[in-house]
């Protein structure tokens, strides 16, 4: 699947920049 896990996603905002 394409989508994205939970736990990816949290990865994802928690590198995000500000």
Do not use: K, V
């Not at 699947?1 to 500000?18: K, V, W």
């Amino acid at each position: 699947d394409g989508a994205l896990r939970p736990s990816e996603l949290e990865d994802l905002f928690s590198t995000a920049p500000e």
